[in-house]
């Protein structure tokens, strides 16, 4: 059986946006190495939405017919990668990431395009997302004791 690969990058990449990847990204190397044909590289900002994003990737691959061949790095919680062939995924928390820099390992592989609305899309920037700050509340007046008055 022959698989689209590109495709299916394209699945796992929306896989990905749906569980709040940080910028997902498909690049094709079938150009630039024999490892695998295209390599998704997606960034999580914990590492229970590291995991999140890898079962919900694996689900929807499985869904499609397609075989995971290897999984590694699952007990590290920095970075996990999901080899089925001819995609290569990697999930990488947010540090981990911009310590690694796959992208620019990879920089002659070119982009595809994954989702149509990516462009129009705004880009989620790495790192914590900071809590807005709520307006300090003002603390209750102290009770005070009632003494009795002099008569």
Do not use: C
Not at 67 to 86: K, P, V
């Amino acid at each position: 059986m022959t698989y689209d690969f590109r495709a299916l990058a394209k699945i796992a990449a929306r896989a990905a946006s749906d569980k709040k990847a940080v910028q997902p990204i498909v690049l094709d190397l079938r150009s630039t190495t024999d490892v695998a044909e295209y390599l998704v590289i997606v960034g999580a900002e914990s590492t229970p939405q590291m995991r999140a994003i890898y079962d919900h990737i694996e689900n929807t691959l499985e869904d499609e017919g397609i075989r995971l061949l290897r999984r590694d790095g699952r007990g590290s919680g920095r970075w996990i990668a999901l080899d089925y062939g001819g995609i290569v995924v990697h999930v990488l928390l947010t540090e981990a990431r911009e310590f690694y820099r796959l992208e620019q390992m990879w920089e002659e592989a070119k982009r595809v395009e994954w989702d149509d609305d990516e462009k129009s899309a705004p880009k989620r920037k790495a790192g914590r997302v900071k809590p807005k700050m709520l307006p300090k509340k003002s603390k209750p007046a102290r009770a005070t004791r009632r003494t009795k008055k002099a008569r």
